[in-house]
């Protein structure tokens, strides 16, 4: 049968970080455009994050980060969901991240980074245009 | 008064006649209201301040209700204290930097601590993996306190510490480093933020629920009352609640009542309220929004001094006096064409000093892509040497005060914000809001309403939704060196070696049969720390002891 389900998101935080205006916005941004939305709230661990997309299997995965530590979390959470066989999870990410450190990330298995001042409906756009429910 | 009347009369007559001929040159475009939404009147004029009385809700600087500003002399007397946050890599690497800035003029410090050390992890610990000396210094024990604040002595400077649920611990750290240096504690001078409501409100960064972390706020309250009665133990906050995204009207009124939360549990504590009640400080964030901002000191002067004294039962008038500090809006920053975020810093710092701020931070230009360069943290404060020192502003005290539209909304701000005060208050109080999501709930719909404004145009970002340029020429920002985390782990690993194993466990189990038993933890936390114990070590008993807070995460 034709899978025609919603695609469901996963917006995370991963780390010590305590920001979460963005994460918050843009999790709500998506519910309003239709999308089913989980939202973690602060504090995960990285094995954390990966077991609640696979348990709320998730086509999405977002993450955002402002403390510094995205080149240590991204690539440990695309690690992760590897080694779980989840790495048909698209995982994408925002926050406070030097755009010189963008293609390292590109290159561990992350979809794309947004950075400040993107317009939600950017987002939006990106996920309609990326992004499949998954094959469960 | 007859006379006043009639006058009125005549100004509201002539208003609306001007009425008429603006309105058929008004654009449609226009949007007439401020940051947080809040409505502007095109023309302010007398019959907004009707009713008013300038001795009532004015005075003198220096008196009730000191809306004016909480001094005499104002900056007269002083200049407001240029306290710039800084804090990255290990101790050194900050103590580096305050040394720094300290050679350029600046009269205070500020110190930033990373995110495993705001969290109670050690810089060995699972967690604080890619986070050591990231987003501030790294301290796990006393060592690091000591080189942080290595040829500093700390009675000629007055040290502010952004730390919160483990403020208890790194200000022992702080007091043992006095007392190695010889300074009393008397001496001292210097503010921890040590505000868990607005940690559970917006920052948050916490360890465990709110009752157990008000308790130790409170801990450090009273014995900084009667120990170190120059240090402000607690700066509440309301830059966070702003950041995460409420209005200027909701920044202040959840900080007042953050506040009044405080007097309450230090009374319930058996604490008079003068005691304490003189060294309670502020912050305060500045957006934008130039006049709103202003605007907002004003109001929360009048508001506090009215708290204090009519409900709270204050009798010194140092109580009454809102002191705070100030910074720049972090969140107004734009990652995009970042010379332009100097042009805003000082828009805001100027809105701070017209509002009487008694210190500020600037923020860097560059502070949406990485931690300051050096380059953009002396711009930042040689941007309030030029407004303090070149610019002429601080001539006359409160210039914009008697402005139509100033007093206007202040008035305004004040009003709506004791409205949410009176909701909170409905609810039991701040302890039982935040239990409800009741301030959560509300920031992140108005986060939610003013990103709608961005992203349908309504607001405008120059650099981001207009005036846009296209593959911008890449920005110098500050590198953390990645060798930080392992120098830190070794530095670490050294002090656990050396110390006295045996008394530091001893001092643990202390600090846990304190907990238990509610005495006051602050005496038995600078026994530990001064043999070394650690924050994460220290924290763990708090975790065992009063539980692990977990997110509600509304939105």
């Known amino acids: ?136 | 008064m007859e006379n006043d009347k009639r006058k009125i009369t005549k100004v509201r007559e002539e208003k609306a006649a001007w009425e008429e001929r603006y309105k058929d040159f008004q654009k449609v475009d226009v949007d007439l209201t401020t940051v947080s939404g809040m409505e502007v009147p095109p023309l302010s004029t007398p019959c907004d301040l009707d009713g008013s009385n300038y001795l009532r809700d004015l005075g003198f600087p220096g008196s009730y209700p000191f809306t004016r500003g909480i001094y005499d002399s104002m900056y007269h007397g002083k200049l407001w204290t240029m306290r710039q946050f800084a804090g990255f890599g290990t101790p050194r690497d900050t103590n580096k930097r305050f040394k720094f800035l300290l050679e350029q003029g600046q009269t205070g410090l500020s110190t930033a601590f990373d995110m495993p050390t705001l969290m109670g992890y050690d810089c060995d610990h699972e967690r604080a993996k890619g986070e050591v000396g990231k987003e501030g210094v790294s301290v796990s024990s006393l060592a690091d306190m000591e080189a942080l604040f290595d040829g500093i002595s700390l009675d000629k400077v007055s040290t502010s510490m952004t730390i919160n649920c483990t403020a208890i611990i790194i200000l022992a750290m702080y007091l043992v480093v006095a007392e190695k240096q010889g300074v009393r504690w008397d001496r001292l001078d210097g503010t921890t933020q040590n505000d868990m409501l607005k940690e559970f409100i917006a920052q948050r960064e916490w360890i465990c629920p709110p009752r157990p972390s008000v308790k130790i706020v409170v801990d450090v309250i009273e014995f900084c009352s009667k120990y170190v009665p120059k240090w402000h133990p607690v700066s509440i906050s309301g830059y966070h609640i702003r950041e995460a995204g409420s209005t200027a009207v909701q920044e202040l009124a959840f900080t007042v009542a953050d506040g009044i939360g405080y007097v309450r549990e230090c009374i319930e504590r058996g604490l008079q309220v003068d005691e304490f009640g003189p060294n309670l400080s502020f912050f305060f964030n500045v957006h934008n929004d130039f006049l709103e901002e202003v605007a907002k000191f004003r109001a929360a002067r009048r508001m506090w001094a009215n708290i204090m004294r009519d409900r709270l039962g204050a009798e010194n008038p140092k109580s009454w006096m809102l002191k705070t500090h100030a910074q720049t809006a972090g969140c107004s920053l734009t990652a995009q064409q970042p010379l332009n975020n100097i042009v805003r810093v000082t828009i805001q710092a100027l809105a701070a000093v017209l509002g009487g701020t008694q210190s500020l931070h600037t923020n860097s230009m560059d502070e949406t892509l990485s931690l300051p360069t050096e380059e953009a943290v002396t711009v930042a404060l040689r941007t309030q040497q030029i407004i303090g020192e070149e610019s002429g502003v601080i001539n006359s005290i409160d210039p914009l005060g008697g402005s139509y539209l100033i007093e206007d909304l202040t008035n305004r701000i004040e009003t709506e914000a004791h409205d949410y005060i009176r909701r909170i208050d409905e609810l039991g109080g701040i302890i039982e809001a935040i239990d409800k999501g009741f301030p959560q709930k509300e920031i992140a719909d108005s986060s939610y309403r003013y990103q709608q404004r961005l992203d349908n145009g309504d607001k405008v970002i120059v650099g981001v939704n207009r005036h846009t340029v296209e593959d911008e020429t890449p920005f110098p920002t500050l590198r953390i060196d990645e060798e930080v985390a392992g120098s830190q782990m070794d530095g670490l690993r050294e002090v656990k070696r050396r110390r006295n194993k045996r008394a530091v466990q001893q001092h643990l189990k202390s600090i846990t049969k304190a907990a238990k038993s509610g005495e006051n933890l602050m005496p038995y936390i600078i026994d530990a720390v001064r043999d070394y114990a650690t924050l994460g070590e220290i924290s763990d008993v708090f975790r065992e002891v009063f539980g692990i807070y977990r997110d509600p995460a509304y939105y």
């Open chain 1, 1 to 136: 049968m034709e899978d025609d389900r919603r695609v469901r998101i996963l917006i995370g935080k991963a780390g010590l970080d305590g920001h979460d205006r963005g994460a918050k916005i843009v999790a709500r941004a998506l519910r309003d455009a239709g999308y089913e939305v989980v939202y973690t709230g602060l504090h995960l661990t990285p094995e954390m994050i990966v077991e609640t997309a696979i348990q709320e299997d998730v086509d999405v995965l977002g993450l955002s980060i402002l403390s510094g530590a995205h080149n240590y979390l991204f690539p440990e959470i695309t690690r992760l969901l590897k080694e779980m066989g989840a790495d048909d999870i698209v995982v994408f990410g925002g926050g406070i991240i030097p755009r010189d450190d963008i293609p390292g990330l590109i290159n561990n298995g992350v979809k794309a980074i947004f950075q400040p001042g993107t317009p939600t409906g950017e987002i939006i756009d990106w996920v309609k245009d990326n992004i499949k429910p998954r094959d469960l």
